[in-house]
């Protein structure tokens, strides 16, 4: 598979924004996504891209994509104590059927 | 329960048993998948179903056998469990591949310890 690369800890401080990145190679990825794993649980998608955008808003969440130097970052404003999670990028190539995903971020969040 | 369950949840077993992890969907989702888990490789993809009676390889399928006799079930055999699938295995499923609908619904994971 592709490689998909990501920082494995990051932590905030409550209230601060958060910056999770991630790398990837292939450059036939057509959607990008961010899951959010929560302690003791599955992933749950967080929110995705199409390739052919470079940002994307949704409340607190800012996902921006640089397809150049393949890169993807999930902002989180006004991170949360609820917000500490392992984060997961994941890729889907053209004519894939599954996702590629990254090693994970662990996002701690120190009140 | 709706959704997609998996069972055990936790499990111990022995280096050369056969062990089966059991996976359920209530959507009718046409996709199923199995990852795997492991610090330091995030998800690896081992087996996937398109449908009834449709599977393939993934990233690291050697060791695992699946099956896909019913939609809403997809079970993962170690035909003979190594140390080396010491690990946490999820499953998930998915409407389709292509687009919108295809996001991916996990359920909450098998942690597999094999001594």
Known sequence: ???????????????????????????????????????????????????NMDM???????????KKDKHLSLRIADTQTGDSAIYFCAERQAGANNLFFGTGTRLTVIP | DAGITQSPRYKITETGRQVTLMCHQTWSHSYMFWYRQ?????????YYSAAADITDKGEVPDGYVVS??????????????????????????????RGVGDEQFF???????VL
Not at chain 1, 4 to 16: H, K, N, T, W
Not at chain 1, 28 to 47: C, D, I, M, R, V
Not at chain 2, 107 to 113: C, E, F, I
């Open chain 1, 56 to 66: 994307k808003q949704d409340q607190r969440l800012t996902v921006l994509l640089n």
């Open chain 2, 38 to 46: 492991d610090l330091g490789h995030g998800l690896r993809l081992i």
């Open chain 1, 1 to 51: 598979g592709e490689d998909v690369e990501q920082s494995l800890f990051l932590s905030v401080r409550e209230g601060d924004s958060s910056v999770i990145n991630c790398t990837y190679t292939d450059s036939s990825s057509t959607y990008l996504y961010w899951y959010k794993q929560e302690p003791g649980a599955g992933l749950q998608l967080l929110t995705y891209i199409f390739s």
């Open chain 2, 107 to 113: 359920g909450p994971g098998t942690r597999l310890t």
């Open chain 2, 68 to 97: 896909r006799s019913k939609t809403e079930n997809f079970p993962l055999t170690l035909e003979s469990a190594t140390r080396s699938q010491t690990s946490v295995y999820f499953c998930a499923s998915s409407e389709s591949t």
